[in-house]
Nanobody, 119 residues
Framework: QVQLMESGGGLVEPGGSLRLSCTVS????????MGWYRQAPGKERELVAT???????QYGGSASGRFTISGDTAGNTVYLQMNSLKPEDTGVYYC?????????????WGQGTQVTVSS
């Protein structure tokens, strides 16, 4: 059974930093891409950043040079380093894993971790 375990959210003051982690228990699947998305209150879920097992990264506009995504070589854990946080970064951050087994592709989501940026 595939499970994603997220950690690292919390309350931080504007200008502060947080580091999110997500580990996937992937069973028979291999990892293609892992990433982070966020959903602010009253808004749609949006891309923050993704990384492939080859280390290719993609960032959404919200990351704007303040966030860095990285992963371990086994492809089981992805990190999101968030610096210079702003109140508008507040939201639930979800980890997503794009997995593959043979010709079967599956997307899995974590339950989300709350990030609140406030003084």
């Amino acid at each position: 059974q595939v499970q994603l375990m997220e950690s690292g959210g919390g309350l931080v003051e504007p200008g502060g930093s947080l580091r999110l982690s997500c580990t996937v228990s992937r069973g028979k699947f291999s990892v293609n891409t892992m990433g982070w998305y966020r959903q602010a209150p009253g808004k749609e879920r949006e891309l923050v950043a993704t990384i492939t097992t080859d280390g290719i990264t993609q960032y959404g506009g919200s990351a704007s040079g303040r966030f860095t995504i990285s992963g371990d070589t086994a492809g089981n854990t992805v990190y999101l380093q968030m610096n210079s946080l702003k109140p508008e970064d507040t939201g639930v951050y979800y980890c997503k894993a794009d997995l593959q087994w043979g010709k079967a592709y599956r997307d899995y989501w974590g339950q989300g971790t709350q990030v609140t940026v406030s003084s």
